[in-house]
């Protein structure tokens, strides 16, 4: 079966739902939120995720270790028809598969984390208050000082799963999502961050579990992607219960020849 065009959502579902954890991002993508935003690529059953709602667009493909030789054949054939320029997320290994047709400009290890053991976020006691797009100044300011350089939507403000802190008026630490579906019940936690000056209170952990508070009833699987180096933040989150459930790399790529 050559790689192809899928527009089959239920199609889609039933395949990534095989593994709802590994691939929480492109099952919240299936909603009518992101839906718009995306093309998918099916050979047998792997699919590959182009998501066009970022500038450059990103290339979501994922496997198990013992599927990723049928990612590639995938990814083989894809190729071709990618853009110049993109951001790829790929399982270990599958970066090799584009090498022939992209430079890669820069690369960076990640890790898949899973909320596995709930109780213990639920220990935490959860403060914050829900953000609103009358928030997004102060949301923005908070990003530059505590988080440049972060993937942020302001869209993702319209999904009312946000949760910041005040101290004094200003907004010192967030937590919000970079994807939630109650249809396929999964959400991947993004953008959480705390300012400077008060890290190491405590506020982090706070916001998730007060944004964990408005998920719990609408999921059943919550994820989140970081950075493998970013050891603080990998301890703050196995303290709250979650556990690492795979790697990826993260690349910027520019095809060879086309630009």
């Known amino acids: 079966m050559p790689v192809r065009a899928e527009h089959d959502r239920a199609v889609l579902a039933e395949l990534l739902g ?25 050979r047998e059953d792997q699919v590959a995720l182009l998501y066009h709602g970022v500038n450059p667009p990103t290339l979501l493909a994922f496997a198990p270790p013992e599927r990723t030789a ?6 083989t054939e894809l190729a071709p028809l990618l853009p110049a320029r993109l951001y790829a997320h790929l399982s270990p290994g599958l970066d090799l598969v584009l090498a022939p047709r992209f430079r890669v400009d820069a690369a960076t290890a990640h890790l898949k984390m899973a909320l596995t053991d709930p109780a213990r976020l639920a220990a935490v006691q959860p403060a914050g208050e829900p953000l609103s797009a009358a928030d997004l100044p102060q949301l923005h300011e908070l990003y530059a000082a505590a988080y440049p350089g972060n993937w942020f939507d302001p869209r993702m403000l319209d999904t009312g799963q946000y949760v910041g802190i005040r101290q004094g008026g200003d907004l010192v630490a967030v937590a919000g999502v970079h994807v ?8 991947a936690l993004g953008n959480v961050t705390t300012h400077p000056r008060v890290r190491g209170r405590g506020l982090a952990g706070a916001a998730v579990a007060a944004l964990w508070g408005r998920l719990r009833a609408s999921v ?40």
């Open 18 to 42: 095989r593994d709802p954890v590994l691939h929480a991002y492109e099952l919240g993508d299936l909603d009518d939120f992101f839906w718009p935003y995306t093309s998918w690529f099916r």
């Open 70 to 75: 049928q990612l590639a054949a995938l990814l």
């Open 180 to 187: 939630w579906s109650p249809t396929w019940r999964v959400a």
């Open 220 to 259: 059943d699987h919550v994820t989140l992607n970081v950075k493998a180096d970013n050891a603080t933040a990998v301890r703050l989150y196995e303290r709250l219960g979650f556990t690492r459930v795979a790697g990826y790399g993260e690349y910027a790529l520019t095809a060879l020849g086309r630009v």
